[in-house]
């Protein structure tokens, strides 16, 4: 077993915004981000936008009210903040046994990409964080990427 995650790069970023309008002025106008997409609201109280910088995909997510459940509730509990991050690995079995023999809990596997437990993914304490051998350079043409957070 190797005795550390054998990471490439980060892919994907998610995060939980207080402001729809206000993250995506602060990080395109003022940090330099491109806004790639928009995602309108599926009937779950949350807007969301792709932007990218540098060759890494951001997920902003911004609930429309903090609320008692869903990303309302990440929000009213822990203000704005990152919730999981997806690494690029160069082989997602190795990580996935990795993981395994680390004690570190998958909470989902989708075969080409897994999802780890936050309280136990050691590259990112208190972050869900996903392992993929592939890269997302662009924005997906639909659907809406769910967010995992304890």
């Not at 990795?98 to 972050?127: C, H, K, M, Q, W």
């Amino acid at each position: 077993m190797a005795d550390k995650w054998q990471l490439i790069h980060p892919n994907h970023i998610n995060a939980i915004v207080d402001g729809y309008e206000a993250t995506i002025e602060h990080f395109r106008d003022r940090v330099g981000f491109t806004l790639d997409r928009r995602i309108p609201d599926s009937g779950d109280g949350t807007d969301a936008c792709l932007m990218t910088l540098g060759g890494v995909m951001f997920e902003f997510f911004a609930p429309k009210e903090r609320g008692e459940r869903g990303q309302g509730r990440l929000l009213a509990r822990y203000g704005d903040h990152y919730v999981g991050i997806e690494y690029h690995v160069p082989d997602v079995t190795s990580a996935r046994e990795f993981a395994r023999e680390s004690g570190i809990r998958i909470i989902n596997d989708l075969g080409a990409a897994f999802f780890t437990y936050p309280a136990t993914a050691s590259v990112s304490p208190s972050r869900s964080m996903t392992a993929t051998s592939g890269s997302w350079p662009s924005p997906p043409a639909t659907g809406r990427r769910s967010t995992r957070s304890a």
